[in-house]
């Protein structure tokens, strides 16, 4: 079975600062990983995802996410945040079809 | 394109009442997903349809919850009976077919049982 840790639950920062938000992984077998934001009041839209290929993958709105297999990680980071990026991400593992998420990590961007 | 539509948006009932929620896809998309998803907690996946067969139910509770979608297209996710712990805000989601395709999420209908 697969399980996802996202390490901070909530993340402060100011705006025009670089955040990274955190999410480790376990699981026997290979696995996709997937980075989802939430908007309050919104269904979760997806930011970016890792099948294969390179490890460091871009997405929308800036943000990109690097997968590391050794240290079972696939942290998302953006070099300057807005306040338009306060949401809830969601790191999420998939070893078949089925998606196991995190849960969650609440971005608050202040002036 | 129209995204995924979900109603209520909104319910309020009580215990051991049955409750009812309707999901229309993105037309076209022949996979449908509902996920549970309980304050503080990451979405969790209830049943997953391709087209109109069940393609996983393991984590629907069988005894209170059922879900249909008959003609390949919506969706229903019923309670009966509700219980406390069911408060949750209830996500339906689609995507073009199985396998690594992006899910689309809809708004999500918010579930307070009291």
């Known amino acids: 079975a697969q399980s996802v840790t996202q390490l901070d639950s909530q993340v402060p920062v100011f705006e025009e600062a670089p955040v990274e938000l955190r999410c480790n992984y376990s699981?026997?077998?290979?696995?996709?990983l997937f980075w989802y934001v939430q908007y309050p009041n919104q269904g979760l839209q997806l930011l970016l995802k890792?099948?294969?290929?390179?490890?460091l993958v871009k997405g929308i709105n800036g943000f990109e996410a690097e997968f590391n297999k050794s240290q079972t990680s696939f942290h998302l980071r953006k070099p300057s945040v807005h306040i338009s990026d306060t949401a809830e991400y969601f790191c999420?593992?998939?070893?078949?079809?089925?998606?196991?998420f995190g849960k969650g990590t609440k971005l608050t961007v202040n002036p | 394109e129209a995204g995924v539509a979900q109603s209520p948006r909104y319910k309020i009932i009580e215990k051991r009442q049955s409750v009812a929620f309707w999901c229309n896809p993105i037309?076209?998309?022949?996979?449908l997903y509902w996920y549970q998803q309980i304050l503080g907690q990451g979405p969790k996946l209830l049943i997953q349809?391709?087209?109109?067969?069940?393609?996983?139910d393991s984590q629907l509770p069988k005894d209170r919850f059922s879900a249909e979608r008959l003609k390949g297209v919506d969706s229903t996710l019923k309670i009966q009976p509700a219980k406390l712990e069911d408060s949750a805000v209830y996500l339906c989601?689609?995507?073009?077919?199985?396998?690594?395709?992006?899910?689309?999420f809809g708004p999500g209908t918010r579930l307070t049982v009291t």
């Open positions: 037309s076209g998309h022949a996979t």
């Open positions: 699981s026997s077998v290979s696995v996709y």
């Open positions: 989601a689609s995507s073009l077919d199985r396998g690594w395709g992006e899910q689309y």
């Open positions: 890792y099948l294969s290929g390179s490890t």
């Open positions: 349809f391709q087209n109109n067969g069940v393609v996983d």
């Open positions: 999420a593992v998939s070893a078949s079809e089925k998606l196991v």
